[in-house]
């Protein structure tokens, strides 16, 4: 006769199984090439980027040192004169800018600037400023400001029209 089994439980059963293997780790790293194509065109448009602020930054050094300048200035019309010529003379070519005088300075700097300011009697107390001294009356100072701050330069016209 055959050896009596004894019953086993389900519970030895459970004990006599081997633990599941563990499964092989996530790799960080894509696995296809759309991923990693997506990535490279992510980071070369941030270098774009980065290096077109960079050139931005780096053009309109010039700006923020006429600003501290005239923030830095006892404000009478022929420092602003004098500060306003220096920027135009950074911004522009010398042959442009250097021999301009009265109306056609006035033109100049309203042509070069996204309003009228220096058409009106601010304009001419800038051109006679120089030569008669005296304090700058406050708006002169702000439309000084804003015109170092938003003239437009030869570049950024052409970077317009090759836009449009």
Do not use: C, K
């Not at 439980?9 to 090439?33: K, N, Y």
């Not at 135009?88 to 300011?117: C, K, Q």
């Amino acid at each position: 006769m055959a050896a009596e089994s004894t019953p086993v439980t389900l519970a030895q059963l459970i004990d006599r199984l081997s633990p599941a293997p563990a499964p092989p780790p996530v790799p960080w790293l894509p696995q296809t090439w759309g991923w990693a194509l997506l990535a490279g065109l992510i980071l070369a448009m941030l270098a774009g980027w980065a290096w077109r602020a960079r050139r931005r930054h780096r053009a309109n050094a010039y700006r923020r040192r006429a600003l501290a300048e005239l923030a830095a200035s006892d404000q009478r019309i022929e420092s602003l004169a004098e500060i306003l010529r220096r920027t135009a003379l950074a911004a522009f070519p010398r042959e442009r800018v250097a021999g301009l005088h009265g109306d056609a300075w006035r033109h100049f700097l309203d042509a070069h600037y996204p309003g009228e300011g220096f058409s009106g009697p601010l304009g001419a107390a800038l051109v006679r400023g120089p030569y008669r001294g005296g304090p700058a009356p406050p708006e002169l100072s702000v439309l000084v400001a804003e015109w170092i701050r938003r003239h437009r330069t030869d570049g950024d016209e052409d970077r317009r029209e090759a836009a449009t």
